[in-house]
C-alpha cells in the first residue's frame, strides 16, 4: 500500500498564489508518477497536473498550464503544485494521487484517473474576490 497525504489548501485570494504539497509514503518503483486532480460542487473530478517521477515530464491541464507548476522533492518522496494567478473557477477540493504503472514510454494517459492506485484525502482551496 502507497498512502498519500495532502497539505497546504485554504483561502486566497484571486490573482493570489499557493502551494500544495502531497507526501506518498514510498515509490513504487521505477514508473511511479504522481498526479493532481480537482473536484467543484456538482462537478465531475477533473485532471490538474501530472508528472513522471524518472524523468520528470510533467504534463497540464489547458486550463492551468502557464500558471500552475508541478515538481517533486525525491528525497521525501513529495510532489508540489504551486498555483499561481489563481481564479474564481480554481476553487475545488484538490487531490492528489499516485500510480504505481505510471504513463510509459510515450507519456499516454496521465490524465486518466484509472491509471491512480493511490488516492489522498483532499484539500480544500477557495479562491475569493
Known amino acids: 500500500q502507497v498512502h498519500v497525504v495532502e497539505s497546504g489548501g485554504g483561502l486566497v485570494q484571486a490573482g493570489g498564489s499557493l502551494r500544495l504539497s502531497c507526501a506518498a509514503s514510498r515509490r513504487t518503483g521505477s514508473n511511479f508518477a504522481m498526479g493532481w486532480f480537482r473536484q467543484a460542487p456538482g462537478k465531475a473530478r477533473e485532471f490538474v497536473a501530472a508528472v513522471a517521477w524518472s524523468g520528470g515530464s510533467t504534463y497540464y491541464a489547458d486550463s492551468v498550464k502557464g500558471r500552475f507548476i508541478i515538481s517533486t522533492d525525491n528525497s521525501k518522496n513529495t510532489v508540489y503544485l504551486q498555483m499561481n494567478s489563481l481564479k474564481l473557477e480554481d476553487t475545488a477540493v484538490y487531490y492528489c494521487?499516485?500510480?504505481?504503472?505510471?504513463?510509459?514510454?510515450?507519456?499516454?494517459?496521465?490524465?486518466?484517473?484509472?491509471?491512480?492506485?493511490?488516492w489522498g484525502q483532499g484539500t480544500q482551496v477557495t479562491v475569493s474576490s
Open positions: 494521487a499516485a500510480s504505481a504503472s505510471g504513463f510509459g514510454d510515450v507519456g499516454m494517459g496521465y490524465s486518466f484517473e484509472g491509471l491512480y492506485d493511490y
